[in-house]
């Protein structure tokens, strides 16, 4: 008899990204310890720009001392992929998952990210497909659409995707996104005829397309308040 297998998400609302970034790492340890079962974080973060452990700073564009003009955060990490951007009205999801409880390699992992953006693509009309080689994320023609960038310890997902749904585009024209020159970026808010529904219902459908490419059974939704009233909030 096949095992049910539950995805706990945090729906967190806006969440500074070195906050997230401290986070992840706590659940992750706990993880690997089995103290949690698998968890997605589901948020959006402030103007912020983040770079991949290659450190691929040449394709930051304007002197990171303007950064503080436009009103953006520069920050480090250990994620795979290249310099990307993260801010308000872009549905980020954070999986701090097993890949050897469900069996998944590095990269079915990936292309069930992928597949996940592009699912949520289609369900408003909008044909999304995976990059060519080199050209990570998913895109609608030539123009990109979501952005991957993943780290995996010990079998242990974080980072993640991030799907734009109707961010300020012009924060991507200070940068070459995920290093790929000469491309547009695009959101769901420009390529749809459709009138959109409140962002979270989006968020929602996010979630719910991943944890059916996963395979998970259920969802255990949690808040913000419910978060905190469990004693784990970021120290």
């Given amino acids: 008899m096949r095992v049910p297998r539950i995805l706990e998400v945090w729906k967190m609302g806006t969440v500074n ?23 997605l974080l589901s948020l959006q973060h402030p103007p912020t720009y983040t ?20 009103g953006a ?12 951007f993260h801010g308000p009205h872009q549905a980020i999801l954070y999986p701090i998952i ?6 998944v390699g590095a990269r079915n992992y990936v292309e ?6 592009i699912e949520l693509a289609s369900l408003y009309g909008v044909k999304a497909g995976a990059g060519r080689t ?8 030539e123009r990109k659409i979501g ?28 940068i070459v996104p995920c290093g790929i020159a000469d491309k547009e970026v695009t959101s ?12 979270e219902v989006i968020h929602e459908q996010l979630i719910s397309c991943f944890a059916r490419l996963f395979g998970f059974s259920s969802i255990i939704w949690k808040d913000n308040a419910s978060i905190l009233s469990n004693n784990l909030e970021i120290e």
């Fill in 147 to 174: 952005a991957i960038g993943v780290r995996i310890s010990s079998g242990i997902t974080s980072h993640g995707l991030a799907f734009n749904i109707n961010p300020d585009l012009s924060y991507f024209k200070h």
């Fill in 98 to 103: 097993s890949l050897r409880d469900i069996g």
């Fill in 17 to 39: 990204y070195l906050d997230a970034l401290k986070l992840q790492d706590k659940l992750v340890s706990d993880r690997k310890t089995r103290k949690i079962s698998d968890t």
């Fill in 112 to 117: 069930k990210l992928e597949s996940t953006m």
């Fill in 188 to 199: 769901l808010r420009r390529e749809t005829d459709l009138v959109l529904p409140a962002e």
């Fill in 134 to 141: 080199g050209e990570t994320g998913v895109w609608v023609g």
């Fill in 73 to 84: 955060e520069l920050h480090y990490t250990q994620r795979g992929g290249d310099i990307t």
């Fill in 51 to 70: 770079l991949g452990k290659r450190r691929t700073d040449h394709n930051l564009l304007i002197p990171e001392s303007d950064l503080k003009k436009i």
